[in-house]
């Protein structure tokens, strides 16, 4: 039902193109923010989960490949080259699982601007992966 509340104030603020998609990111975002609310708070709270566990095990984003250390070389190389803000960001949300709000308590920001930082951040990981992909093929 929560997911569904935010949906009635989210659709319109976003051009979708692939609701199917959106949705699964927008409902794996909540989940995960959740979680991890969930466990800062209460430390003896331990979660386990597999592939097997989840809807879709393809991969939405770099940072949850494994295995592929060409990759996380390219992804280190590519998170050192970001704003500071944006890799401090991009660091404390992915690899220390700090949840929006602790996250701009920690830097002395808004949550809002947390949550761009990591978006802008993603987005500048991506292309600067994808530029090293195409520059290693050619």
């Known amino acids: 039902m929560q997911i569904f509340e935010i949906l009635i104030t989210d659709i319109p603020k976003f051009d979708i193109n692939n609701f199917k998609s959106w949705l ?3 409902s794996k975002n ?3 923010m959740k979680l991890r609310k969930d466990s800062s ?3 003896k709270m331990q979660l386990f989960y597999t592939d097997e566990f989840m809807e879709s095990t393809e991969i ?3 940072i949850d490949e494994v295995g592929n250390d060409h990759l996380h070389e390219k992804l280190k190389d590519c998170i050192g080259r970001l704003k500071d ?3 401090q960001c991009v660091e404390l949300f ?3 699982q700090k949840c929006y709000k602790e996250i701009a ?3 002395n920001i808004e949550e809002m601007k947390v949550k761009s930082y990591i978006q802008n951040g993603k ?3 991506k292309i600067c992966i994808e530029q090293k992909q195409i520059s290693n093929e050619a």
């Open 60 to 62: 939405l984003h770099p």
């Open 85 to 87: 803000i944006q890799r």
């Open 94 to 96: 992915y690899y220390q």
């Open 41 to 43: 708070t209460n430390k």
């Open 30 to 32: 909540y989940c995960l």
């Open 123 to 125: 987005r500048n990981l």
């Open 105 to 107: 308590v920690e830097l």
């Open 24 to 26: 699964y990111v927008v």
